[in-house]
């Protein structure tokens, strides 16, 4: 508890003084010119009246007294204003995460999964911001970096509910299942699982590159290119390590495939290798869909490893602490109130006597 | 140099007395002292209050007018005026102005008699400190000496008063037979006092003028203390019905013991509240002193 204008105290005291002091020389002026100076008042003086009257009077005077005092010691508390400060330190609010899932037809079946994985991941942030980020051939931002976490939880539930509904009824009549995926096949012709350009463009989802900022993306993909991508996923890796982003990878793995294979369920396909070494090489790190833990992993590195990189200054909150001189001031208020209420009263019982 | 207080006096009277009464205070003042010897001087008009048996009938029936007869005393009478000058007679009066300028307008208006008569003045004082005299002449000078006195004495730095011990001074100092004028406030008679007064009544012819004190009470009090100890006396207890009530019933009952005291002992008394209204109580005082007679 710590006084936010402690000077309030001596300001008041030396009102207090002066006020004291204005008094004192107001009474002895009032005494040496005298009001009007009166003799032989010892008989009106010893009058029971006068005695009852004076001791009520001098009541009233004391307690009206009283409640002025009451009522200075807590507007001059109120006026020093008492506060409790806290040393806060701001949590990591500057990093920025891009999710960028590959919708091409060989990740069709696990993008459902994926994108609960996703929203598992955003369940550990915390102020950091997320932007989500669909390609086939050619990239499609579902939504920008925010950190409207409620915004988050419907728009990456919906899209979910939407993959999953679509793997359903393809299955069945290959229609699209509600899932709209416009905008993700221009350019078509040139192939598609354009696995570089789509890192590539979810890269351009980080805007305030004038600030230092921890950018990392988690990109899911099955590696699986199908066409002529302008830029490779290596190549893609290294913008990425250019500007300085991680790249963290989720890939669907392979293990379900190898059921009933002679192949052990480490085998590692060149794409793999490929996606884990780009991933590697940014930084960053690689998973499979197998791996039960994956996301909290990743989110542990995410938070770990980039709060490495970020300042935070801590700052002083000051909250102040008004009740007690409040109440007191309150208190003597209607103290002045009360006692100049019941001698109004008084006055008006005698006039109506 | 101070204005004449005899000068003061005799304008106070003019403006607050018309002729009327002027004229009857002459013919009172004539008849204080009866039963004296007296040298006729010359004749004039009668005035109310003259003694009906002082007309001249023979000169009136000669006149048309009705006259009576003046007479000057044949030995000088000794006025002493018997002032209590103690510090409560700094104080203020019911009228709102001090007390001592209504006893020094009393006293003038013995002076000026005195000096109308050729009757000579004296002065006794006095307060806690002590009591003094001014032993009777009859100079106007020394009128003037003996207002001055009082004027000089009876302020708020002078000691507090001692009526009984001014009363038991007089008694001794106060030698000559004479006229005293006791010249007094509103406060009380103690049982020494009143016996001083009695001794005092049965050597001298003593007549009693009391000025009367300010109430507390009074709405034309301003934040009013007592003189004595400054005490300030609270406007909302002052004010108070219930003290109000009760204060003027203390008041009547006083008042009521005292005249009934001076009664008995057979003093005149003029309580005088106001500058406007003295003339008035002198002529009153002056017929009751004829009345109580000796």
């Known amino acids: 508890m710590t006084l936010q204008a402690g000077w309030a105290i001596p300001v008041a005291a030396g009102l207090l003084a002066v006020a004291a002091v204005v008094g004192v020389i107001l009474a002895r002026r009032r005494r040496r010119q005298g009001g009007t100076a009166l003799a032989n008042t010892s008989r009106f003086l010893a009058l029971p009246a006068f005695g ?34 806290e040393t806060i330190t701001p949590e990591v609010r500057n990093r920025d995460v891009v999710l960028c899932l590959d919708v091409s037809g060989s990740m069709m079946e696990v993008d459902a999964d994926l994108m609960e994985s996703f929203q598992n991941l955003v369940k550990n942030f915390d102020g950091e911001r997320v932007g989500l980020s669909v390609f086939n051939s050619s990239s499609v931002t579902l939504f920008p970096l925010t950190d409207d976490y409620a915004f988050l939880e419907e728009q990456l539930g919906e899209y979910a509910r ?22 993700t096949l221009i350019g078509e012709e040139y192939g598609s699982s354009l696995i570089g350009d789509g890192l590539a463009m979810c890269l351009d989802l980080f805007d305030r590159q004038n600030q230092e900022r921890a950018r990392s993306v988690v990109l899911a993909t099955d590696n699986m290119v199908a066409g002529a991508p302008y830029l490779t996923l290596p190549e893609a890796a290294q913008l990425a390590k250019l500007k300085n982003v ?26 793999q290798a490929e996606l884990r070494e780009a991933a590697e090489s940014t930084g960053g790190e690689y998973y499979t869909l197998d791996d039960g833990d994956s996301v909290r992993k990743i989110a542990n590195s995410i938070l770990s490893q980039e709060a490495s990189l970020t300042e935070t200054t801590p700052y002083r909150l000051v909250h102040d602490r008004a009740g007690l001189g409040t109440a007191l001031a309150a208190v003597g208020a209607a103290g002045l109130v009360l006692v100049s209420a019941l001698a109004a009263l008084g006055r008006r019982r005698r006039r109506s006597e | 140099m101070h204005a004449s207080h005899l000068d003061q006096v005799h304008a106070k009277i003019n403006l607050h007395a018309h ?59 000794n006025v002493t005026l018997l002032v209590n000058t103690g510090r409560s007679m700094a104080a203020t009066a019911p009228d709102g102005s001090p007390k001592s300028s209504l006893a020094l307008m009393a006293a003038g208006l013995f002076g000026l008699l005195v000096l109308r008569h050729r009757d000579l003045m004296g002065l006794t004082w006095g307060d806690q400190k002590g009591c003094h005299l001014l032993p009777p002449k009859g100079a106007r000078g020394h009128v003037e000496l003996i207002l001055n006195t009082i004027a000089k004495a009876a302020t708020a730095q002078a000691a507090p008063a001692d009526l009984s011990g001014l009363l038991a001074y007089a008694g001794q100092a106060v030698r000559k037979r004479g006229i005293v004028v006791l010249i007094t406030d509103d406060a009380d008679l103690d ?43 609270p406007d909302a207890v002052r004010r108070h019905p219930a003290v109000v009530a009760e204060q003027a019933a203390i008041r009547a009952r006083k008042r009521a013991a005292l005249t009934r005291s001076l009664g008995t002992l057979g003093i005149a008394e003029g309580r005088v509240e106001a500058e406007a209204t003295m003339v008035h109580t002198m002529i009153g005082l002056f017929e009751r002193h004829q009345h109580v007679g000796r």
Do not use: C
């Not at chain 1, 005077?61 to 807590?74: E, I, N, P, R």
């Not at chain 1, 293990?255 to 060149?270: C, L």
């Not at chain 2, 009544?201 to 203390?225: C, F, G, K, Y």
């Open chain 1, 52 to 85: 009852r009257v004076l001791r009520r009077h001098a009541a009233t005077q004391v307690l009206s007294g009283l409640a002025v005092a009451v009522l200075a010691v807590g507007a001059t508390i109120v006026a020093a204003r008492p506060a409790e400060s």
């Open chain 1, 246 to 271: 991680r790249m963290y990878a989720i890939d669907p793995g392979w293990g379900q495939y190898w059921d009933g294979w002679d192949i052990p369920s480490t085998y590692e396909m060149p794409e």
């Open chain 2, 191 to 233: 049982p020494a006092g009143f016996a001083a007064l009695k001794r005092l009544h049965l050597q001298h012819e003593v007549l009693m003028v009391s000025i009367a004190d300010m109430e507390p009470s009074a709405a034309t009090a301003r934040s009013p203390l007592d003189i004595e100890t400054g005490v300030l006396i």
């Open chain 1, 162 to 183: 939407q993959l999953d509904a679509y793997w359903e009824t393809w299955e069945i009549d290959g229609s699209d299942g509600g899932f709209d995926f416009s905008g």
């Open chain 2, 19 to 77: 002729r009327r009464v002027r004229s009857v205070l002459d013919g009172n003042y004539s008849s204080i002292f009866k039963g004296r010897s007296m040298e006729f001087e010359d004749l004039r008009e009668y005035a109310q209050g003259d003694d009906v048996g002082d007309i001249d009938w023979k000169a009136t029936a000669r006149s048309g007018k009705v006259l009576v007869r003046r007479y000057i005393a044949e030995r000088k009478n």
